[in-house]
DNA sequence: GCTATTTATTTAATATATTAATAATCTAAG
DNA sequence: CTTAGATTATTAATATATTAAATAAATAGC
């Protein structure tokens, strides 16, 4: 039988971890969850999103992000904003307070990812980044 | 700047979600969370394991272990016991219950993990565990 | 032999993940 | 227009993740 080591889910979670210990101290640094980066980022990006916009890019269900922007709400980083044409949708945008932080910490991450990337190779990074949109769109 | 989408870690985040799907509707059946099955397979394949060894292989840091193990210890899935030599250790192994479930269960997630196997290509996956492991030796 | 240090596990506190259920609103069929 | 069904966001309950601190036992150095 297949070996326990032998795990495609165990393999993506290792590598998870060790990419993800390239940023780690720069995220305690600014005192921020990798979640409430990610959405950070995101909403840097996209502008105002709706709340399930915001859980489908990110990767994260809707009751998690509800204790999440509450939370990012209560230290000033999101605003939230009823829409108007529906009233059960809610607008979510960074302040600019969010904005600030973001334009000045985000070269650092930037810097971390390229290291990272030099470390372990562009052509292999590429080829490893095509293959895990590959199996991202596997259904079962 | 480098686009939201293009994050390695959010990557990597989509790719086990897609991957973790195959095999979802068989842990909902046998009312197991991925992280008990995780430790299952392990124990199964290791027999007994100190805590502290479980938790490397399994990627599951300490203090998540402990409520793990508590919950699958009440389930009767899993036997601890005190190391004689140092008594800070603990011995865990599977109960005959459990060795029993997993016999009578695993023939059908390694169907599962054949099917998504010849779905994503057998070449392809080999590249990729090759690509992951990579990853997950590199550091910071 | 004793003490300082180290190591293995657990506890505590807070954040996030997961599933089910709820509340509010919208949409479409009749 | 009205009501059944669908959709968005939230709440609730339980499990796990993360960091720090506490506990207990082993080991090194004196």
Same mark, same amino acid.
């Given at each position: 039988? @297949?070996?326990?080591? /032998?795990?495609?889910?165990?393999?993506? $979670?290792?590598?998870?971890?060790?990419?993800?210990?390239?940023?780690?101290?720069? $995220?305690?640094?600014?005192?921020?969850?990798?979640?409430?980066? %990610?959405?950070? @980022?995101?909403?840097?990006?996209?502008?105002?999103? &709706?709340?399930?916009?915001?859980?489908? *890019? *990110? *990767?994260?269900?809707?009751?998690?992000?509800?204790?999440?922007?509450? @939370?990012?709400?209560?230290?000033?980083?999101?605003? @939230?904003?009823?829409?108007? #044409?529906?009233?059960?949708?809610?607008?979510?945008? $960074?302040?600019?307070?969010?904005?600030?932080?973001? /334009?000045?910490?985000?070269?650092? =991450?930037?810097?971390?990812? %390229?290291?990272?990337? #030099?470390? =372990?190779?562009?052509?292999?990074? /590429?080829? =490893?980044? +095509?293959? $895990? &949109?590959?199996?991202? +769109?596997?259904?079962?």
């Amino acid at each position: 039988m @297949r070996k326990f080591d /032998d795990s495609l889910p165990l393999k993506l $979670l290792k590598a998870r971890e060790a990419a993800l210990n390239h940023f780690r101290p720069l $995220l305690k640094e600014i005192s921020l969850t990798e979640q409430q980066w %990610r959405i950070i @980022r995101a909403l840097n990006e996209f502008g105002a999103l &709706e709340s399930k916009q915001l859980a489908e *890019c *990110c *990767c994260i269900l809707s009751p998690s992000l509800t204790g999440i922007i509450t @939370r990012l709400e209560q230290q000033n980083f999101i605003q @939230r904003q009823k829409s108007n #044409e529906d009233k059960r949708r809610v607008l979510l945008s $960074l302040t600019d307070h969010a904005q600030k932080v973001f /334009d000045e910490i985000s070269p650092r =991450f930037e810097e971390r990812y %390229r290291k990272m990337t #030099e470390q =372990f190779g562009q052509e292999k990074m /590429d080829e =490893f980044k +095509e293959l $895990l &949109e590959l199996m991202a +769109e596997v259904k079962p």
